[in-house]
Structure formats: structure tokens, C-alpha cells
């Protein structure tokens, strides 16, 4: 059975990591990844056919700070603010790691105000402690949501 | 008070059952019942004013089964995967019983990938042990989502 | 370490709050404050820029009940029924308070049964002991949507 502070330290993180892109602060959402992690966005379609055709992949942490400092200058996709809205999560140990499962629907709101659905989808994560705090070895990010990829920019 | 290796294994099955919805293993999501289960769909009007009309009513896990296995036949109704998003839950002991109070949103993708929300509303559910394995007892979905439910084809 | 049965606590408050929301028992919801409570609900745009601008400002349970008595008595804005699905919440000791962050959808649906997302923000809450009992010392709601404001009547 996990014990009860792995499953409030695991929530936690979850918790931290859309706080951290609902409050634009990019920088200090790649401190929750260790240096050698898997980010990556796939379709559903893709996930349940097992294809290798990931929409977003960065197989290590300086990958997630280059596209955060690109974001930071480039800067010219649509102005928004993000709210992630994230289900009850599953947390179970899977070997040396803690995995994470749950749903989450992804909210964008323009600079007039105006709030539309941009994606809905899972995550499939994995958890590691290192120095005693976990971190993220691979965040998986499965959408449903393909009909507005194309507007993909800051991290889901 | 509630156990908390009690509360996790309720959050855990409350997990389960739209994970399975999610990813279409409906035969699967029919094992999360007991037998002698009651399944029910009412709207959120019905509800207040105790109105014994359910919009779906199966009250035992044979009527789950037969559900599933018209829906494979038939599968004339829209096709689209599901995703939802459970709100955090209150899970409470009620004598035998394990109750289980959620809000939900479902989302549905359609083929074009674009995603629409289908129904808000509420679950109140009741859980019973069975071998050292939560089950549901009774399941029930309270819609405020009245417009759509002609749409009705996959559980909620 | 925050004790388990203080997290289900305010995990329990919580989902009180928005129940009681969205089944219209906003007498019971004022319940949840402490007579010397703060109830605001800000912009993010406020937020950010710590501006003293809240949308609406109740600094004492009086001013919560007399905003329910007038929604009671005026009732002329549009009728509509409430469901909030809130997010995995963050949890923590901060001094005397228990701090509960947690990210909100707030959907309305019609008297047609037609559902409409209206407001998606976040919860910055202080909770408090009282004779046992968590409630609500500070309530505050940063609210994304900006568009829609015009249309706030009852509490979010």
C-alpha cells in the first residue's frame, strides 16, 4: 500500500505543476522535471494504436528550457491565460517510481476575457524522489482534443 | 472517521470507472459492479422533487452487461470517445457502506477530433467490500444537463 | 507534515462548499464562514497586479447573509442551476490556518437544461478550527472569465 505522505507528495506535485502554467511562471514549472526526463504530448488515436508520432517531445530537461525561453521571445502565438482543471487522480508505486493518472480539461481565456475549452485529455506520469522532494521523470500528456493543435504553444 | 487505506480505495475505484469509461473498455467497467447493483441516470429535477423517473435504470449487473453488449451491436449512435472530469470527491462511511459524492463534467470528442461538453452533474454512490475489493453497490448520476440526452448512448 | 485527518477535513469543507452551491442552499452556505470571515472575488488581471479592486468584497458573515436574503427576495436575475467541478486541491499548514488552493470550472445550466460553461479561476482559501469544526476565515476567488461578470449573481 502507498503510505499516506507519498500520496499527499505526489498530489502535491501534480497540484504544482498546472499552478505553475495557469501563473505563466514557465521557468519555474522545468524545475519539477529531473534533468534526464520524457515530456511529451501524444493524440489518443496515436496512444491507442502504439504509434511513435508524439505531437511535443522532449526527452531531456535543457529540451523544456529551450522551448520555454523560445516561447518567452518568440511570443507570437495567441495572448492567453491558462486554467487547468485537473480530476481525482490515481497514485499508485510502480517500481521505483510513484505513477500518476488522472483527467484534466485545459481552459484558455483572451485578453478580452473571453474563456473557450482548448483541450481535454490525460496524464500519465511518473514520479521520482531525488534529494526528498519528487520531481517529474516522464510526464505524458495523451489529448483528445485534436482539432486545435495547430494553436499548441505553451505546455499542457 | 474514514480509514485512509478506506478513502483511497474509494478514490481509486471512483478513478477506475471513468478511466474504463474513457478508454471504451465497457465489458471492464461492468466488473466494478456487484451483481445485485443499482445504475441509474435521473435528472437533477427529478432528483429534487423525488420523482421516480429515472432516464436509465438498471438494477442488477445482467441489465449492465445486456447495455454493453446492444451498444457493441448496435453502435449506430454517434461515435466519439468520452473524458471526464471528477471534481474532488466527498467520501463518507454510511453503515455497510462506503458513499462516494462527486461532480462531473463529460467532454466528447468526435472523429474531427473536435471536443464538446455533454453533461455536467453529480454522482452519489454507494460502495460495499466484496473479497477485500471495493464494488459498487449503487450508482447514481444526477444531470443538470437536460438538452442533450436524446444523445444518450454510452454510461455517464 | 499535515496530519491526514486535517487534509480529509478541508477536503471535506471543500466539497461542501460547492454542494451546498450548486443545490441552491446558500442560507447553509454562509454557514461555512466564521462571523468575522473575508468573501471576495477578483480578477486575475487584479490579482496580479495587486489591485484593490475586488468584483465583490463581503468582510463579515452579515454581509454574506444579507447578499443571500437579496438574491432571495429580487430573483430577477437569470434563472439557472450551478455545478462546480473543482480541481485536485493543494492543502497545507500556513500558521493558525489550514491554506487550501484549488483550481474551479463553474458551469450553469438553463431551464431549458441547456449547460454553458460561465466561469473557470482558482480558490486562495484560509481555514480555521472552531470548536472542532473547519471553516472558511478567508474566501477568495480569482476569477479568469472576465466577459460574462455582468451576469454574477450568486456566488461563485
Request: glycine share 4%.
Amino acid at each position: 500500500m502507498l503510505r499516506p505522505e507519498d500520496r499527499a507528495a505526489a498530489g502535491d506535485l501534480l497540484w504544482r505543476y498546472t499552478a505553475l502554467l495557469d501563473e505563466d511562471r514557465l521557468e519555474d514549472w522545468t524545475e519539477l522535471f529531473v534533468e534526464d526526463c520524457l515530456y511529451r504530448i501524444l493524440t489518443k488515436e496515436n496512444e491507442v494504436q502504439s504509434l511513435p508520432l508524439p505531437l511535443v517531445l522532449c526527452d531531456n530537461k535543457n529540451m523544456l528550457r529551450d522551448r520555454v525561453q523560445s516561447l518567452r521571445q518568440a511570443n507570437i502565438y495567441n495572448i492567453h491565460t491558462d486554467r487547468h482543471v485537473v480530476g481525482f487522480p490515481h497514485i499508485a508505486e510502480e517500481g521505483e517510481f510513484l505513477s500518476v493518472s488522472a483527467s484534466y480539461a485545459l481552459y484558455q481565456t483572451d485578453q478580452e476575457g473571453v474563456t473557450r475549452l482548448f483541450s481535454v485529455g490525460c496524464y500519465r506520469d511518473r514520479l521520482v524522489r531525488v534529494d526528498g522532494a519528487l520531481l517529474f521523470k516522464e510526464k505524458t500528456v495523451i489529448v483528445d482534443t485534436a482539432g486545435i493543435l495547430t494553436l499548441l504553444a505553451t505546455p499542457i
